[in-house]
T-cell receptor
């Protein structure tokens, strides 16, 4: 069974640009969560999607947004990029809430560098 | 809000020896889940072990075991017979029961295994 796939693996963008990252969850998984990982702040929760609806949101500015499609694939978008947005962005997928002790499976991440 | 604290930024262990990584957390909930994730240089987050708060018995997975002290809100990871492949960042994580797959992570402990 294929794991969580994140594309692209690496990205370099200029300040002020916008970027879209993609995450394809494990087949059958309906929940997708996004995390930002930086050396200073560690792993911080961005948002979670379940059945195309945002179920939970972290404490990030409105420049960070996301969506989920009917096939559970998810995208996150960051507009007006700042240097501080440079980070590893991780996506995790899980079975739906009925499976109460679900395990989150992570992708290998997208390394975003803003210059 | 729930918080997770890992007080050891770095730890080292000799191959074949035992090491314990510490984690404390803060929550007002009575039911929740706790996890230890491993992140090797490849960046892929891998679940090492998990514990349901309602279970008194400590979880064990081969060479990995936990010491879960619910009243003290402590969740340490013991690695026995350490192997070179155990070298990685280890993250302790908390997840509330029901409604969301959001994980709250500690800052991580970098484990070095010396041959």
């Amino acid at each position: 069974k294929a794991g969580v796939t994140q594309t692209p693996r690496y990205l370099i963008k200029t300040r002020g640009q916008q970027v879209t990252l993609s995450c394809s969850p494990i087949s059958g998984h309906r929940s997708v969560s996004w995390y930002q990982q930086t050396p200073g702040q560690g792993l911080q929760f961005l948002f979670e999607y379940f059945s195309e609806t945002q179920r939970n949101k972290g404490n990030f500015p409105g420049r960070f947004s996301g969506r989920q499609f009917s096939n559970s694939r998810s995208e996150m978008n960051v507009s007006t990029l700042e240097l501080g947005d440079s980070a590893l962005y991780l996506c995790a997928s899980s079975l739906d809430r009925a499976h109460v002790n679900t395990e989150a499976f992570f992708g290998q991440g997208t390394r975003l560098t803003v210059v | 809000a729930q918080t997770v604290t890992q007080s050891q930024p770095e730890m080292s262990v000799q191959e074949a020896e035992t090491v314990t990584l510490s984690c404390t957390y803060d929550t007002s909930e009575s039911d929740y889940y706790l996890f230890w994730y491993k992140q090797p240089p490849s960046r892929q987050m891998i679940l090492v072990i998990r514990q349901e708060a309602y279970k008194q018995q400590n979880a064990t997975e081969n060479r990995f075991s936990v010491n879960f002290q619910k009243a003290a809100k402590s969740f340490s990871l013991k690695i026995s017979d350490s192997q070179l492949g155990d070298a990685a960042m280890y993250f302790c994580a908390y997840r509330a029961q029901g409604g969301s797959e959001k994980l709250v992570f500690g800052k991580g402990t970098k484990l070095t295994v010396n041959p």
